[in-house]
């Protein structure tokens, strides 16, 4: 059974950095055939993707956001952990990892978790 | 970075109808076009993958069409259960871009 599940904290203060973790279960990281990616969405607002990262480590970021973000993963405990630097209250979303396949799709998602920017 | 222009943005129909919803790409993304479903607090769900191709478990009144720069995502007759927000995804070149979603009601 294929699960992911994000964590990290669910109120960060302007200007600070958010660091998320997704701890997937039901299959590997490096599997050649999957990835991870990162995608969020403002409270009533469409989704966008952020990042994600493929089993040989190759990764890739939204263009508006490149210099703000950073992926990485840890094969060994089946996590993928994402850093946005410099938060802003429009950074206010639910965060959501997924699980990304060789058809460009996403085929299995965490749950998502909110994340508030506030002072 | 590819755009995707959803439309519409909303739509109400009764039970039964026929549902359209288009999405457009700004350049030519061959048939790299998903649609998902996403109920009020939850994940989006997949159901329609490279355009066309119903995702395993996806009832059979949801299809897809359209290749290059235009794709249509049709619900044959719409049910209760299909109150919604729809999206399209697109994927090139490692870069991924959704649409604006369309929220779809019972009339």
């Known amino acids: 059974q294929v699960t992911l599940k994000e964590s990290g904290p669910v109120l960060v203060k302007p200007t600070e950095t958010l660091t998320l973790t997704c701890t997937v279960s039901g299959f590997s990281l490096s599997n050649a055939r999957m990835g991870v990616s990162w995608i969020r969405q403002p409270p009533g607002k469409a989704l966008e993707w952020l990042a994600h990262i493929f089993s040989n480590d190759e990764k890739s970021y939204s263009t508006s956001l490149k210099s703000r973000l950073t992926i990485s993963k840890d094969t060994s405990k089946s996590q993928v952990v994402l850093t946005m630097t410099n938060m802003d209250p429009v950074d206010t979303a639910t965060y959501y990892c997924?699980?990304?396949?060789?058809?460009?799709?996403?085929?299995?998602w965490g749950q998502g978790t909110l994340v508030t920017v506030s002072s | 970075d590819i755009q995707m222009t959803q439309s519409p943005s909303s739509l109400s129909a009764s039970v039964g109808d026929r549902v359209t919803i288009t999405c457009q790409a700004s350049?030519?993304?061959?048939?790299?076009l998903n649609w998902y479903q996403q109920k009020p607090g939850k994940a989006p769900k997949l159901l329609i993958y490279d355009a066309s191709n119903l995702e395993t478990g996806v009832p059979s009144r949801f299809s897809g069409s359209g290749s290059g720069t235009d794709f249509t995502f049709t619900i044959s007759s719409l049910q209760p259960e299909d109150i919604a927000t729809y999206y399209c995804q697109q994927y090139d070149n490692l870069q991924l871009t959704f649409g604006g979603g369309t929220k779809v009601e019972i009339k």
């Open positions: 350049q030519d993304i061959s048939n790299y």
């Open positions: 997924a699980r990304f396949t060789d058809y460009g799709d996403y085929d299995y």
